[in-house]
């Protein structure tokens, strides 16, 4: 989830964003194959909220789980800086080369580990872990 502007939402939107969907679509199943959210400061997000959405991402899914048999996270590793702008500037919706650093931002930090030859596990690799497991998956 993001604004126009590529600002991260709040991880509290979450909820009403499902529940919208849910409402949107009563006869059909929702399957979700990029589930994520960005860590980059430039979109305004942190490591703690990308966790927090994680967590409320989960919470969501447990109330509607009838409905959405499926989601998928997006990506394990961030990108590097120099693959998330050459994405940016090749997708259509980035408007405007001033928009570029944002989309950018955004692609970049929505991996659950850093972008380093170790993989550094980010507070939301953790919390997907833990939230995985405690419903036996």
């Excluded at 709040?10 to 529940?19: K, N, S």
């Excluded at 590097?80 to 989309?103: D, G, H, K, N």
């Excluded at 659950?112 to 507070?123: I, M």
Aim: net charge positive; hydrophobic share 40%.
């Amino acid at each position: 989830p993001h604004s126009r502007d590529y600002r991260a939402v709040a991880p509290q939107q979450v909820e009403r964003d499902l529940q919208r969907l849910v409402a949107l679509y009563p006869a059909h199943l929702l399957s979700f194959q990029a589930v994520g959210a960005p860590s980059s400061t430039i979109n305004r997000s942190s490591t703690t909220q990308q966790r927090q959405f994680i967590h409320a991402f989960f919470a969501a899914w447990d109330r509607y789980a009838t409905r959405i048999p499926l989601a998928v996270f997006t990506r394990l590793h961030d990108m590097s800086w120099t693959q998330a702008i050459a994405m940016a500037r090749e997708l259509p919706y980035t408007a405007s080369p001033e928009a570029v650093p944002f989309v950018a931002g955004y692609l970049q930090s929505l991996g659950l580990r850093t972008h380093d030859e170790v993989g550094t596990p980010k507070a939301a690799y953790n919390t997907l872990r833990q939230s995985a497991a405690e419903r036996g998956w």
